[in-house]
């Protein structure tokens, strides 16, 4: 399991971590101290993102749709954010 951590603009931290089985990702996990509302919707961006190719493009389309099409309040981190700290832990695959 690949981990990373990036401290976003502001001093949130945003934790990943990636199980990447053949070319595609088995599992995601996101964690730190970022404020997202209602809170299970990272569970739900975690879904969207399982069993989909580990490519940079897949993932920063499903990433930046999610946030932009869901009805969420995300404080202390963007969803840039969310696509640097996800690349940063493929590249350590």
């Not at 739900?44 to 190719?53: A, W």
């Not at 930046?64 to 869901?70: A, I, R």
Request: charged share 30%; net charge negative.
């Amino acid at each position: 399991m690949n981990k990373a951590e990036l401290k976003v603009k502001g001093g949130k931290l945003i934790k990943c971590s990636v199980e990447i089985e053949g070319n595609c990702i088995k599992t995601i996990r996101y964690t730190g101290d970022f404020f997202l509302h209602p809170e299970e919707y990272i569970e739900k961006l975690e879904n969207e993102l399982t069993g989909i190719p580990a490519s940079p493009e897949t993932i920063k389309t499903i990433i930046e749709e999610f946030f932009k099409n869901t009805e969420i309040t995300l404080i202390g981190a963007s969803a840039e954010d969310f696509v640097k700290v996800t690349f940063n832990c493929l590249e350590a695959h």
